[in-house]
């Protein structure tokens, strides 16, 4: 028998998954707006208004999203996210894409950082897991 509160309780392997890929996904979200952060600062005198702006607001739009692939990725493993699975892996897919399409414009250099292409290519990447893990979740609980 379980212990009240306990993680392990009925998690799945796609949710385990879902979790670290969340996990790494929103620390990737993090590094990167940091990294746009920090290099837009930098040159920002050499950068116009709008490209700085743009810089920024691109930096405030990964640290949203990277909170809120964590704050999903915890909540499908508690009680919370086991109520809702199609929810929690159409979520997943959606948060795929918008990985993908970020990290390809981050690999492509449509954004001007240092270590563009480094953090581009891994969001693909998660971006595809996430994409691949949010599909397996919801055919996995439908058969339940």
Do not use: C, E, H
């Amino acid at each position: 028998m379980p212990w009240p509160g306990d993680l392990n309780a009925g998690l799945t392997p796609s949710s385990a998954g879902g979790l670290v890929i969340g996990l790494v996904g929103g620390v990737l979200d993090f590094a990167s707006a940091a990294g746009l952060s920090s290099g837009g600062m930098q040159q920002a005198p050499m950068q116009s208004t709008s490209a700085s702006t743009q810089s920024g607001a691109l930096a405030l739009g990964l640290f949203v999203l990277g909170s809120i692939v964590i704050i999903t990725a915890i909540a499908s493993i508690i009680s919370v996210g086991k109520g809702r699975p199609k929810l929690l892996s159409g979520l997943m897919v959606a948060y795929g894409i918008v990985m993908l399409l970020v990290g390809g414009s981050m690999a492509g250099g449509l954004v001007a950082m240092m270590s563009t292409s480094f953090y581009g290519y891994a969001m693909i990447i998660v971006g595809i897991l996430m994409i691949a893990n949010g599909s397996i979740m919801s055919r996995t609980r439908m058969r339940m």
